[in-house]
């Protein structure tokens, strides 16, 4: 749940607790969950993606059912003095590989797809290399990953099928 352009809150729906993130200089396009029970957070921001494990949140969480502090959203008029929480430690991070307006978890968790504009991008998860890019024939839409890892991507001239 985006803040302000650089702090996320996260929610652990299982406990109801909340914890800040914040981002640095960067700010979030998408956060996805990775490895089979959720462990660990993908988050694909602007300048960079960062992989984050749940086990360095659990420490920021709030007490159940106290609410997180407020944060002012980001206005040219207010601009933080200091860091609203402190930086979290993160077990990846690398430059996101170009725009990423809509991003999908491929099955297995070892690479994602992003696509901003005309650009359909797959991006190893771990290491940032990207697999593949494609040119698309018309701006993208929407994007989603099928169970055997297809990609659909809606555009304007209709939907494609990458498999």
């Given amino acids: 749940m985006p803040v302000r352009d650089d702090v996320i809150r996260v929610l652990d729906t299982t406990s ?3 914890a800040s993130v914040w981002l640095g200089e960067d700010s979030l396009w998408h956060a996805l969950t990775l490895g ?3 462990d660990e957070l993908l988050l694909i921001g602007v300048h960079h993606t960062r992989i984050v494990s749940w ?3 659990r420490g920021r969480f709030t007490a159940r059912d106290e609410r997180p502090p407020r944060h002012r959203r980001a206005d040219r008029r207010w601009l933080p003095r200091r860091r609203p929480v402190p930086e979290l430690p993160v077990t990846h991070v690398y430059e996101t590989p170009g725009s990423a ?5 491929l ?3 070892d690479a994602y ?3 901003g504009h005309t650009t359909l991008t797959v991006v190893g998860t771990y290491d940032g290399e990207v697999h593949r890019s494609l040119d698309l024939p018309s701006p993208c839409t929407a994007l989603t990953a099928g169970p055997a890892g297809e990609l659909v991507v809606g555009a304007r001239n209709g939907p494609i099928l990458f498999e």
């Fill in 55 to 57: 086990a360095a949140l």
């Fill in 113 to 115: 797809a992003v696509a």
């Fill in 107 to 109: 099955p297995g968790g």
């Fill in 16 to 18: 109801r607790r909340w």
């Fill in 101 to 105: 307006e809509f991003a999908a978890m």
């Fill in 36 to 38: 089979p029970n959720g």
